[in-house]
């Protein structure tokens, strides 16, 4: 199972939106709905940002939305922060019944 | 509160086997499954497989299909994930998480919460 495409990296100001792609295939994202998004700091676990596509978990900013078309699925963060300064995996289920996670996005906050 | 907490940093050598625990707390730990998830220096992340903590069934990544043993201890709560026949590239943090078993109306997909992360190191 090949990794989900995601940019290498993507910046942008305080309070400016940026989005994340995330490429998959007919096998997972493109026929699943259960695509995730995690944040990771350095040194720190991973911490769930949004499930099942667009769901946000209890506690996760309102600044933090996802959707999909297609085979890509994307993560918005508006109204940026120097927190939100990270990087960000997602993941999908398969067909395989496996998980397939991304390569993983660098956001640095200007 | 819910918490997967993991052992120790480990230093084997190559072609050695190492295991890793992961304790869960704050919730019934069969109800969820613990699926392993590692990441090398610098690199991304990567799914190994996961763990039924009631039954005990798993299914492994095809990569790691003939190296890697799941198990699991239900009266202290704690899942191991067994690694073998170590290389070199095998050296990475490994992360488990917890993933909740279906209920009669749905299913669950999302990893959460994480474990804080065992660090295995493969050097002669």
């Known amino acids: 199972q090949s990794a989900l495409t995601q940019p290498a990296s993507v910046s942008g100001s305080p309070g400016q939106s940026i989005t994340i792609s995330c490429t998959g295939t007919?096998?997972?994202?493109?026929?699943?709905?259960?695509v995730s998004w995690y944040q990771q700091h350095p040194g720190k676990a991973p911490k769930l940002m949004i499930s099942?596509?667009?769901d946000r978990p209890s506690g996760v900013s309102n600044r933090f939305s996802g959707s999909k078309s297609g085979n890509t699925a994307s993560l918005t963060i508006s109204g940026l922060q120097a927190e939100d300064e990270a990087d960000y995996y997602c993941?999908?289920?398969?067909?395989?019944?496996?998980?397939?996670f991304g390569g993983g996005t660098k956001l640095t906050v200007l | 509160q819910v918490q997967l907490v993991q052992s120790g940093a480990e230093v084997k050598k190559p072609g050695a086997s190492v295991k890793v625990s992961c304790k869960a707390s704050g919730y019934t730990f069969t109800d969820y499954y613990i699926h392993w998830v590692r990441q090398a220096p610098g690199q991304g992340l990567e799914w190994m497989g996961w763990i039924n903590t009631k039954h005990g069934g798993t299914k492994y990544a095809q990569e790691f299909q003939d190296r890697v043993t799941m198990t699991r201890d239900t009266s202290i709560s704690t899942a191991y994930m067994e690694l073998s026949r170590l290389r070199s590239d095998d050296t990475a943090l490994y992360y488990c998480?917890?993933?909740?078993?279906?209920?009669?109306?749905?299913?669950?997909?999302?990893?959460?919460?994480w474990g804080q992360g065992t660090l295995v190191t493969v050097s002669s």
């Open positions: 993941s999908s289920y398969t067909s395989s019944s496996t998980w397939v």
């Open positions: 007919s096998s997972d994202v493109g026929v699943y709905n259960y």
């Open positions: 998480a917890r993933l909740r078993v279906c209920s009669t109306t749905s299913c669950f997909y999302w990893f959460d919460p």
């Open positions: 099942d596509v667009s």
